[in-house]
């Protein structure tokens, strides 16, 4: 049998807002990996109203975690899809627990992670962005509303952009407060693997991309490609 390649293993961690969902799209398209977002996997779910929608909506619509133990099925079967395995994935929003952390690094096993990027943005920048962030109905491409507006036009596919439903003032308050909660350990698990890159995530998403580029692209260029079969 022909050996495939096993591509690299990304995760990228930070507070709502800090850009998480911007630069894992242009990572992943600089270096041809999955963008996996499980936000985005669970927000779909609940749109279609599958099992899993159904399920899930009470958490997200409230802000609050969805089940470790519901996650961990999500997450496997993402990462775990053929073409996934062959270009590599970068993951957007998991592991948000250190409880996740461990269920990744079971379900990866025997590949490895690369790295853990970490957007690094104080809280009170985050609260001024998420209360202005739009994201496109279609391709989940967030929008700056500049003057505060409730709806724009998406650059990226002419789709129409809106308020998160879990953008509430309240849901804010209360997704930022369960990310300061499970934060501490959650770095410190990736920090004692020597997997955590540090980016100072402030400025405009050029800027952002740029660092966190020079920070990915000595990891990736280290990872070589593993057999699979
Ligand atoms: P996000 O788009 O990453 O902000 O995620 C939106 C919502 O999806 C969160 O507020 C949670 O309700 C749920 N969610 C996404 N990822 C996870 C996760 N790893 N663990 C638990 N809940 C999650």
Known sequence: MVAASRGPSLVVLGRQGSGKGTQAQRVAAAFGLRHLSTGAMLREAVAHRTPLGRRVQRYLVQGRLVPDELMVGVVESAIGARDVVRSGFLLDGFPRTRRQADDLER???????????????????VRHRLGLRRVCRRCETPTVAQHGEDELVCAVCGGQAVRRDDDTPEAIEARLETHELEAAPLLRWFEDRGLLLRVDAVGSPDEVFERVHAAVAPVLAASSPEPTE
């Open 107 to 125: 379900v990866l096993d025997p590949a490895r992670l690369d790295a853990a990027v970490l957007l690094d943005v104080p809280l009170d920048v």
